[in-house]
């Protein structure tokens, strides 16, 4: 049996990928896979992204500086521009990242709160991206007054994913709730509202097959999982964060 699924955040334009992408992209629909959304990182992986979205039918793509990249960037027409194609659907990923501090830290934040004016003015959805930086996150993104997107890979505590549900934004759960560490990871994918919930691969990242490439046909492994830590059957974790997924990015593309 075929599940829906929406892949939300991948990175297929990733070097990982270069042997075998078209034939793995070209089967992917035929495994149940009905959509992807490659994430921009920079503006070279945001300009791919929007590229494998016009190549392939059943993808989108997001526009975005990751804050590992917030000190190469000081203008963000070009995402600006980026976002007049209609596969464009969100900006991002964008956020901080407090464990690496490739970018100095008031770098990140203020790049990160510029594109959240621009997704703002540009009444579109956001992807973020936060590592060991959750209070200076919340806080940017309090300030922009901006309600609309979803916290990508969440790694933070329930209470506080749920204080981003009240505000307006969606949990995407990744690989990482497969993970024997990860009893946090479980007790959000538990504890949300079934209709905030997003599931993503992050791949090549965050395989919940340790060691392995990771890619979108893993989106079974990881709405196994979110099943069972909420007692439910895997269906319905596929096909309701299918829709929750097309409600955020594809409400005026569809």
Wanted: charged residues 25%; glycine residues 6%; contains cysteine.
């Amino acid at each position: 049996m075929l599940f829906d699924f929406f892949d939300t955040h991948a990175h297929y334009d990733d070097a990982k990928f270069d042997q075998d992408r078209e034939k793995l992209l070209s089967d992917l629909p035929k495994q149940g896979i009905s959509n992807v959304i490659n994430a921009g990182a920079c503006i070279k992986s945001s300009h791919a992204s929007v590229k494998l979205a016009e190549t392939y039918d059943y993808f989108y793509a997001t526009v975005g500086v990751h804050p590992h990249n917030a000190a190469e960037v000081t203008d963000f027409e070009i995402l600006r521009d980026l976002c007049k194609n209609k596969k464009v659907v969100a900006i991002g990923e964008i956020g901080l990242d407090y464990h690496y501090d490739h970018s100095p830290r008031d770098i990140q934040r203020h790049s990160f709160a510029k594109q959240l004016n621009l997704a703002k003015e540009l009444n579109m959805p956001v992807v973020i991206h936060s590592r060991e930086a959750a209070a200076d996150t919340m806080a940017i993104i309090k300030e922009s007054a901006l309600k609309n997107g979803v916290l990508h890979c969440y790694s933070g505590h329930l209470p506080m994913a749920l204080e981003y549900i009240e505000m307006g934004f969606y949990i995407s759960i990744s690989g990482v709730v497969t993970y024997k560490n990860a009893e946090k990871t479980r007790e959000v994918a538990a504890g949300i509202p079934l209709d905030r919930l997003l599931i993503e691969t992050d791949a090549p990242y965050l395989s919940p097959i340790r060691g392995k490439r990771n890619d979108s046909t893993n989106l079974h492994i990881i709405a196994e999982a979110i099943a069972n830590a909420r007692g439910i059957k895997k269906e319905e974790v596929a096909e309701t964060s299918s829709q929750n997924a097309r409600k955020l990015f594809l409400k005026g593309v569809l």
